[in-house]
């Protein structure tokens, strides 16, 4: 059992090797990576497609209209954004808005169940068609399934999925401002019901110990040597660099 205080640890851990990813071609035309933000121990989480304009200059989830108008949703059902946390299906925008190419979710994959792993969430809300395909694991359009809740095992994870529209169609399409104030209005139940079965642990076999071989004699002074934790004197006096994205994982 890892205390919320780890995991919010490794979760930064998960940020810090995202921050630098370069595993997929959008590393080279982002400005920043999205990782996600908000309350690293949050019973909901939500998931959208890919950071626009906005979010790849500020480097946080829905900064821009949508986001505005998930914040009015989230209000209405009594939540604010340090209630949860926000992550999308790419953590790079692509160029122009285009949608996410099959590589690149599937790169980027592993950073999402990451973050469901360390935030152990109760709840996940899919924003749009990318998000909801992706973590029911099924091409079913967001037309069909949203508003209906279902549990997922992610990862070692169960939640509960609820699939909505992303608000961004609801920039486009009022009407659908109805249709995505009924979904969110399920989420206060949702968040009450019992957290769902979770699968069993998984059980790992005991790697047996192997005696190290002995080191060779060194013919160099032992003084200079340093073993792997150890850095080198030179690397441990350099000043660190100053992190100007302190503050872009936005944690509650
Ligand atoms: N749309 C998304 O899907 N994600 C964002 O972060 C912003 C807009």
């Not at 019973?43 to 009015?72: K, S």
């Not at 099924?138 to 990862?155: A, Q, R, Y």
């Not at 399409?173 to 109805?178: H, I, V, Y």
Request: aromatic content about 4%.
């Amino acid at each position: 059992m890892t205390s919320a205080v780890e995991r919010r640890e490794q979760l930064k851990e998960v940020w810090q090797e995202a921050r630098t990813c370069t595993k997929c071609p959008l590393s080279e035309t982002r400005q920043t990576v999205v990782f996600g933000a908000g309350n690293a121990d949050a019973d909901l989480m939500f998931v959208g497609e890919a950071p626009g304009a906005n979010e790849d200059r500020g480097g946080l989830p829905f900064i821009g209209q949508a986001g505005r108008l998930l914040d009015r949703l989230l209000e209405e059902v009594g939540l604010e954004r340090g209630d949860v946390f926000i992550a999308n299906v790419l953590k790079c925008r692509p160029p122009n808005n285009r949608d996410p190419r099959p590589t690149e979710i599937e790169t980027c994959r592993d950073y999402l169940h990451r973050q469901v792993e360390l935030i152990e969430p109760k709840v996940i809300c899919t924003l749009g068609n990318f998000s909801t395909k992706l973590l029911r694991d099924d091409p079913t359009g967001i037309s069909k399934v949203h508003g209906n809740p279902e549990v997922v095992v992610l990862g070692r994870r169960a939640v509960t999925i609820l699939p909505i529209y992303h608000p961004a169609a609801a920039l486009y399409t009022p009407s659908m401002l109805d249709t995505l104030r009924a979904d969110f209005a399920q989420l206060p139940d949702l968040l009450a019901a019992p957290l769902p079965p979770q699968p069993a642990p998984e059980v790992f076999e005991p790697v047996p110990e192997v005696e190290p071989e002995p080191e060779p004699e060194a013919e160099d002074s032992p003084e200079v040597a340093h073993t792997p934790e150890e850095p080198p004197a030179a690397a441990a006096a350099e000043e660190p660099e100053p992190d100007v994205h302190q503050d872009q994982l936005g944690l509650f």
